[in-house]
């Protein structure tokens, strides 16, 4: 039974479990969570990045750069928050 949804650009997952949880005041914020799209199962990781969007973007490009290495996966699709058109929400602005 799903506990909530996420939203990744324009593809809904149902939450099946929160996995893990960052704790502390110190950190990026990460929870990963199960979640189930169509009959498929994925695991999608939230948390914030400093930088700029090319900081933003690295653990993206080293996944794509190592895509068919055994024991990393696959990448299906990212999602950079935008707080307005073409600005990404960063923890600098907070």
């Keep these: 039974e799903p506990i909530g949804k996420i939203r990744v650009n324009h593809n809904y997952y149902n939450i099946l479990e929160v996995m893990f949880s960052s704790q502390g005041l110190v950190g990026h914020g990460t929870v990963c969570y199960l979640t ?3 009959e498929e199962e994925y695991i999608i990781k939230d948390h914030w990045v400093l930088g ?5 973007l690295n653990e ?5 750069e190592m895509k068919g290495v055994r024991g990393v996966p696959e990448l299906v699709e ?6 307005a058109p073409g600005e990404i ?4 602005k907070y």
């Design 78 to 83: 990212h999602w950079l928050v935008e707080i």
């Design 36 to 38: 189930r799209r169509g």
């Design 52 to 56: 700029s969007k090319e900081d933003v």
């Design 89 to 92: 929400d960063e923890t600098e």
């Design 60 to 64: 993206v490009i080293m996944l794509n």
